[in-house]
């Protein structure tokens, strides 16, 4: 089983980056899905989830307006979509479902 997120990198406040997360040896489609952050010497935090099947998500407060979660079962594969991106924003972004988790992707949001 593994889960891959790519995406991340360097982008200027108020940019935009769109996360991927591939996930293999197990099919999403049954699994709500979920992103994760960790910024330097703060503990992993939520950031968003949508169910199985893509009819529900959530988001954390600090997001809501500016990240979309979305998911595509036919490529196995969940997205996150970030627009408005602020310093604050920067952290480690980790995909998980169900019991497993990616390594990470580093996004850093800065001028």
């Not at 099947?53 to 979509?81: E, P």
Request: net charge positive.
């Amino acid at each position: 089983v593994q889960v891959v997120e790519s995406g991340g990198g360097l982008v200027q406040p108020g940019g935009s980056l769109r996360l991927s997360c591939a996930a293999s040896g197990f099919t999403i489609i049954n699994f709500g899905m979920t992103w994760y952050r960790q910024a330097p010497g703060k503990e992993r935090e939520w950031v968003a989830s949508i169910s199985s099947g893509g009819r529900s998500t959530n988001y954390t407060d600090s997001v809501k307006g500016r990240f979309t979660i979305g998911r595509d079962d036919a490529k196995n594969a969940v997205y996150l979509q970030m627009n408005s991106l602020k310093p604050e924003d920067t952290a480690i972004y980790y995909c998980h479902a169900y019991v497993w988790w990616g390594q990470g992707t580093q996004v850093t949001v800065s001028s």
